[in-house]
C-alpha cells in the first residue's frame, strides 16, 4: 500500500482517537483550550513521526535478528520515553513558555497509549519503512486535529445551556462520540486496518 494511503487514511479513517479510541486521557484533559490543544498536538505529531521511525529500525534491525521479537512492548516503550524526555528538554530549553502550558502531559505522552499503538499497528500490519513513518505522521496530524476540533467545540460549549450533571469532562465524552460517528462518514473512501 502506498505510504500516501496509509498517510490519509491514519488522519481520516483510522484516527487514533476517533477510530481506535486510543490516546484518550491527554485528549479529554487538554481539550479545553485550543492554543494548548494544538502546540501538544505538534508535540504529539513530532513524537510520533520520530518514533514510528526509530521503533521500526530497531525492531527490523536489532529485535528480529536476534530473534527478540517478544521484547518489543518493553523496547518500544524505551525507545518512546528516551524520545519524548529529549523532546521535552528541547522544548523547555526553546520554548518556555509551551513547556509551563503542557505542564504534567508532555512527559505523560510517554505513557499515550495511541503512541505505542502506532508502533504496534505498523509491526502488525507490517509496514516498511517509508509507511510506517507516513502511519506515524498521519496518525499524529489525526490526533492534532481531533484534538484541536474537540478544544473548538469545548470553547463553544462554554457559553452554551448544558445540563448540570454534563458539564466538563461528560459533555466533552459526547462531544468526542459524535466526532467519531462524523468521521465513519470517511470508513467508505479508505481503510487501512
Known amino acids: 500500500m502506498s505510504p500516501l494511503v496509509i498517510f490519509f487514511a491514519s488522519i481520516f479513517t483510522n484516527n487514533m482517537i476517533l477510530a481506535n479510541f486510543l490516546g484518550m486521557c491527554s485528549f479529554?484533559?487538554?481539550?479545553?483550550?485550543?492554543?494548548?490543544?494544538?502546540n501538544l498536538g505538534q508535540a504529539v505529531t513530532f513524537v510520533l513521526a520520530v518514533t514510528s521511525a526509530a521503533?521500526?529500525?530497531?525492531?527490523?534491525?536489532?529485535?528480529?535478528?536476534?530473534?527478540?521479537?517478544v521484547y518489543r512492548f518493553?523496547?518500544?516503550?524505551?525507545?518512546?520515553?528516551?524520545?519524548?524526555?529529549?523532546s521535552e528538554?528541547?522544548?523547555?530549553?526553546?520554548?518556555?513558555?509551551?513547556y509551563y502550558a503542557l505542564g504534567i502531559f508532555l512527559p505523560l505522552i510517554t505513557v499515550n497509549c495511541a503512541i505505542l499503538?502506532?508502533?504496534?499497528?505498523?509491526?502488525?500490519?507490517?509496514y516498511g519503512f517509508l509507511q510506517s513513518i507516513a502511519f506515524g505522521v498521519g496518525s499524529g496530524i489525526g490526533w492534532m486535529m481531533a484534538i484541536a476540533m474537540l478544544a473548538g467545540i469545548r470553547v463553544r460549549i462554554e457559553k452554551a445551556p448544558v445540563p448540570e450533571g454534563l458539564k466538563?469532562?461528560?459533555i466533552a465524552v459526547i462531544a468526542t462520540g459524535?466526532?467519531?460517528l462524523a468521521f465513519i462518514g470517511f470508513s467508505g473512501i479508505i481503510n487501512i486496518s
Do not use: C, K
Open 117 to 126: 499503538g502506532v508502533a504496534l499497528f505498523m509491526i502488525i500490519r507490517e
Open 168 to 170: 466538563g469532562a461528560g
Open 55 to 69: 521503533n521500526w529500525l530497531v525492531y527490523h534491525y536489532i529485535l528480529v535478528p536476534a530473534g527478540l521479537e
Open 178 to 180: 459524535l466526532m467519531a
Open 28 to 38: 479529554l484533559a487538554i481539550s479545553s483550550q485550543i492554543r494548548t490543544s494544538v
Open 74 to 86: 518493553i523496547v518500544f516503550i524505551i525507545v518512546i520515553a528516551a524520545i519524548v524526555q529529549l
Open 89 to 98: 528538554m528541547i522544548i523547555e530549553r526553546y520554548f518556555d513558555s509551551l
